[in-house]
């Protein structure tokens, strides 16, 4: 099945939200990173087969949402809240 333009954008979008999830697991000791980094790959994996447009940008927002969460605990500014993304 070919991709659409819009399919193509989501999936970059989720690959470099997943990058960025690895990234910030840097702060984190070597267990708690481990833990981090498995659960966000079930995450991924789960909705690896999800087509619907909608369905993968919600997902996008929660992904970037608990990443923001987890820099906030971690007394790091997120990005998104200094206004860049």
Known sequence: MA???KHFVIRTEG???YRDVL??????????A???R??????FD??????DI????MLLVDGQHSLDQMRA???GVSPSVRGGR
């Open 73 to 75: 605990a971690l007394g």
């Open 54 to 57: 909608e369905r993968l940008r």
């Open 23 to 32: 990234r910030a697991t840097k702060q984190l000791d070597a267990a708690a």
């Open 38 to 43: 498995e659960a966000a790959r079930a995450q």
């Open 46 to 51: 789960e909705h690896r087969e999800e087509t």
């Open 3 to 5: 991709l659409s333009l």
């Open 34 to 36: 481990a833990g981090v």
């Open 15 to 17: 690959r470099k939200l």
